[in-house]
C-alpha cells in the first residue's frame, strides 16, 4: 500500500528553523518526482520545492529560494524539506506529493506556525 507519512512542523519564532520529514511507503521516491506543497488559510495549495530523480534539478518557489532546502535520503525512503529564517508568510499546511503508478499520494499535512 502506498502511503506518504509526514512528520515534523510546529510553532517556531520568526527567523527560526524546522524541518519536515515524508517517508514513502509501497514504493521508492528514487523513481518519482517529490513535492513539498503548502496552503495557508483563504489561499490556494502552492509547490514549494520539487526533487526530481537522479541526474535532475531541484526546483523552488521564488518565496522560498536560499531559505528552504529539499533533500533525499535514498536509504531512508524520505525526502526532507529544511527550512530557515522563517517568516510568518510561511504560516500553512505543508504537505508532501508524489505521482506514482499513475497514482497521485499525498502526505497527511502539517501545520507550520511561524510567530511571536
Known amino acids: 500500500q502506498v502511503q506518504l507519512v509526514q512528520s515534523g512542523g510546529g510553532l517556531v519564532q520568526p527567523g527560526g528553523s524546522l524541518i519536515l520529514s515524508c517517508l514513502a511507503t509501497?514504493?521508492?521516491?528514487?523513481?518519482?518526482?517529490v513535492y513539498w506543497y503548502r496552503q495557508a488559510p483563504g489561499k490556494e495549495r502552492e509547490e514549494v520545492a520539487k526533487i526530481p530523480p537522479p541526474g535532475g534539478r531541484t526546483t523552488y518557489a521564488d518565496s522560498v529560494k536560499g531559505r528552504f532546502t529539499i533533500s533525499k535520503d535514498p536509504a531512508a525512503n524520505t525526502v526532507t524539506l529544511k527550512m530557515s529564517a522563517l517568516e510568518p508568510g510561511d504560516t500553512a499546511v505543508y504537505y508532501c506529493?508524489?505521482?506514482?503508478?499513475?497514482?497521485?499520494?499525498w502526505g497527511q499535512g502539517t501545520q507550520v506556525t511561524v510567530s511571536s
Open positions: 506529493h508524489s505521482r506514482a503508478f499513475g497514482g497521485s499520494f
Open positions: 509501497g514504493f521508492s521516491f528514487d523513481h518519482w518526482n
